[in-house]
Nanobody, 123 residues
């Protein structure tokens, strides 16, 4: 049974930092590209970042480029999203997901999803 469990969300002030983590089990971690998406109330789920199986390539949405950093620990089956200089518009539920493809930036390209973790940034 595949399980993706996100953690690290919370309530912070604008300018603060958070690190999200996603622990995966029940699948071959290194066989997947790992991504982070977010969904704010009333909005569609949007791509945030992704990282290829060996960490050799990373991709970011323009809105987070330079502020967020994705990384993975293949030894611990974990993917992280370091979020710096947070803004109120970063407020959303953040989801991690696993995809078979390499550069996958749309939700339908992902096979497995976590339950999400709430990030709230106050101004």
């Amino acid at each position: 049974q595949v399980q993706l469990v996100e953690s690290g969300g919370g309530l912070v002030q604008a300018g603060d930092s958070l690190m999200l983590s996603c622990a995966a089990s029940g699948l071959t971690f290194t066989a997947y590209t790992w991504g982070w998406f977010r969904q704010a109330p009333g909005k569609e789920r949007e791509f945030v970042s992704s990282i290829t199986w060996n960490g050799g390539s990373t991709y970011y949405a323009d809105s987070v480029k330079g502020r967020f950093t994705i990384s993975r620990d293949n030894g611990k089956n974990t993917v992280h999203l370091q979020m710096n200089s947070l803004k109120p518009e970063d407020t959303a539920v953040y989801y991690c997901a696993a995809a078979r493809g390499i550069r996958v930036t749309v939700p339908r390209g992902y096979d497995y999803w976590g339950q999400g973790t709430q990030v709230t940034v106050s101004s």
